[in-house]
């Protein structure tokens, strides 16, 4: 098996997958492929088993145009492993992982053929703004 400096597994503590750094093995043979790791994003160090780590974490883009693509809008809801369309950005992607924010706002994952991997915002209410009289 090649050696692994980093990895992309899932935080507890982020609720998201995030990138880790491998920092230590542990000893017996029960324990063959786990490792000590920390995350880059909260830096909280937990035993990850790198036998449940993916190694193609990275979804296939090609051909994505011709198939059903829903056009990205902040209002809608989307599902993972839906295709969208960012207009701005000229840009298809696939959604790969839906997150709550800090603030309790739902946003997507979205991997992109051009742009890379991108967080956005979804399910967007605005709420009606005060008068300034």
Not at 108 to 130: A, D, M, R, T
Request: glycine share 6%.
């Amino acid at each position: 098996m090649a050696r692994l400096k980093n990895v992309e597994a899932f935080c507890t503590i982020c609720g998201s997958v995030k990138k880790f750094e491998i920092t230590g093995i542990i000893s017996g043979e029960e324990n063959q492929n786990k490792r000590w790791a920390k995350c880059k994003t909260c830096k909280q160090t937990r035993i990850i088993d790198l036998a449940d780590i993916k190694t193609d974490a990275k979804p296939n883009l090609e051909g994505i145009e011709t198939e059903n693509v829903k056009n990205y809008s902040p209002t809608e809801t989307y599902e993972i492993g839906d295709n969208i369309y960012h207009k701005s950005w000229d840009d298809f992607g696939k959604v790969v992982n839906k997150v709550i924010t800090s603030d309790g706002q739902s946003s997507i994952i979205v991997e992109f053929q051009k742009s890379g991997n991108k967080k956005l915002i979804e399910s967007y209410i605005q709420k009606p703004q005060s008068e300034v009289i």
